[in-house]
Structures are given as structure tokens and as C-alpha cells.
């Protein structure tokens, strides 16, 4: 079990949604669903984002391709 914390960024670092927060999670495999909104519900552009996993002394990047 870990805290995990799970956010998109936009390509200059800036985050646009927290996709979860700090919420303890169980070993294995999990799945998120982004709906493509920011923090305040609107919808983002086109584009490339950075999805940012942290976890117990643990970071991870990956980029994501956005279409709508």
C-alpha cells in the first residue's frame, strides 16, 4: 500500500488536474480516467500533456497525446 498522487501538466509544467490525490492505493494494477478538463472544468485544448505519478519516493513521466 502507498500514497499516490496522480496529475496532468500542460508542456510548460503547469498542472492542469489532479487525477487523484495523496489517496492510498493497494499493490497492482489500477486504471484513471481523464476526461480531458482542467481544474475548473473546462475543457483543454488539443496538444500534448505530462501525466506525473508520485508515490513513495518514486516519480514517473509519461506523455500523453490529447485529441478530441
Known amino acids: 500500500d502507498a500514497q499516490v498522487q496522480v496529475e496532468v501538466l500542460n508542456q510548460l509544467g503547469q498542472r492542469v488536474k489532479f ?3 495523496e489517496k ?3 499493490s497492482g494494477v489500477h486504471r484513471l480516467i481523464w476526461n480531458g478538463r482542467n481544474a475548473g472544468n473546462g475543457e483543454v485544448a488539443s496538444g500534448i500533456y505530462h501525466l506525473r505519478i508520485i508515490t513513495d519516493g518514486m516519480e514517473i513521466h509519461r506523455k500523453l497525446i490529447y485529441s478530441r
Request: charged fraction near 0%; proline fraction near 0%.
Open 24 to 26: 492510498v492505493l493497494n
Open 19 to 21: 487525477l487523484q490525490t
